[in-house]
Nanobody, 116 residues
Framework: QVQLVESGGGLVQPGGSLRLSCVAS????????MSWYRQAPGKQRELVAT????????GYVDSVKGRFTISRDNVKNTVFLQMDSLKPEDTAVYYC?????????WGKGTLVTVSS
């Protein structure tokens, strides 16, 4: 079955960096686009970044452009989210996602807290 396992979250000061990882299994990873979403307390889940199956195209929500970078390793079945210049408003649970034949699959999430 499809499994997505996130890691790398934690507490970081404003201006700091974190690198999130998501290890995928149970499907042909190299054939599917991957995304990172986040959900802050009391808010709806929002799409943060997406990368195509080959990594040739990437997209970001406006609020993270220039600060976050999504990448993938199709040998290690892993997608990454490099987060730099973190702000308190980036505090959220971050989820890895893929869509296969119209069905969304999610990891359990990893908590990122940006606070001094």
């Amino acid at each position: 079955q499809v499994q997505l396992v996130e890691s790398g979250g934690g507490l970081v000061q404003p201006g700091g960096s974190l690198r999130l990882s998501c290890v995928a299994s149970g499907f042909t990873f190299r054939s599917y686009a991957m995304s990172w979403y986040r959900q802050a307390p009391g808010k709806q889940r929002e799409l943060v970044a997406t990368i195509t199956s080959t990594g040739g195209s990437r997209g970001y929500v406006d609020s993270v452009k220039g600060r976050f970078t999504i990448s993938r390793d199709n040998v290690k079945n892993t997608v990454f989210l490099q987060m730099d210049s973190l702000k308190p408003e980036d505090t959220a649970v971050y989820y890895c996602n893929t869509r296969i034949v119209g069905m969304d699959y999610w990891g359990k999430g990893t908590l990122v807290t940006v606070s001094s």
